[in-house]
């Protein structure tokens, strides 16, 4: 009876063993994480409408992502934003188009991979550059509070669509044929988006700027599949704005843009 304890310690172990080589490595398309366009704080006083039209240009060097490395890009965002007059002032709608292009090389940084995906990382093949672009839309609900005059907070949903291409894209197809990888989307998704910000006013009314942290969410219907991205924005009363982003596609971004107010 003293002998079953180590065989079934070593049968789990070997169990162990087995399945990590099974583990399914798993991508997403670049264009599922939340796009990179912060929000514009509402500068008008409660009660009076307000239509803002932003336009940015963003990239990044030399960034890691979701099993994705050496991500290197650029690309740019317009953003229209609609703030009704009278009680209901504080709501909004928001519709934004973005799209950028670079190269990037796959990558095992989201543990566990299988020991057949990372034989193929270094390979020639695993270890090359991979070209991708993305376009991506975005339309948001939401509110905007002002408290005081020295803070506000705001929260939208609604809905992004992406739909990417390039080598990177041809290529995760390929290896999820051959059993290498498992993607959690398609070339082209819609998913749910959900975002929420904060922050202060400097001066009177906002006359010496105002910065906004901003976290947002995109994802479909499991858990597994929701991306998040943290941003931080300084918006000038000129409307030259800019920021820094981190999401699970790209450890940092970079944004400077434009907003014009009418």
Known sequence: MRTKKPLLLLASVATALTMTGCVATSLQSMGSAPMTTAHQPKTTPNGENEHALSAE?????????????????????IS??????????????????????????????DMPCSSEYNAWLATDDGDEDYTFWNVQGRLTLGAELNVGNHFFVGAGYGFQLFYGGGDFESKRERLEWQRLVKNYDERFGILNAASVWLGPRFGENGSAGAISVEFSLTGATEIREWNHQLGISYF???????????????????????????
């Open 57 to 77: 240009a963003f990239g990044t060097l030399v960034s890691t992502g979701f099993n994705v490395e050496q991500v290197n890009a650029g690309g740019g965002a």
């Open 80 to 109: 229209y934003t609609f703030h009704p007059a009278g009680a209901v002032s504080p709501l909004f709608v928001n519709a934004s188009a973005a799209g950028y292009a670079g190269t990037l090389q796959f990558g095992c940084n």
């Open 236 to 262: 000038h009363p000129s409307g030259f704005h800019g920021g820094v982003f981190t999401n699970p596609n790209a450890s940092f971004v970079v944004s400077l843009g434009k907003t014009f107010l009418f």
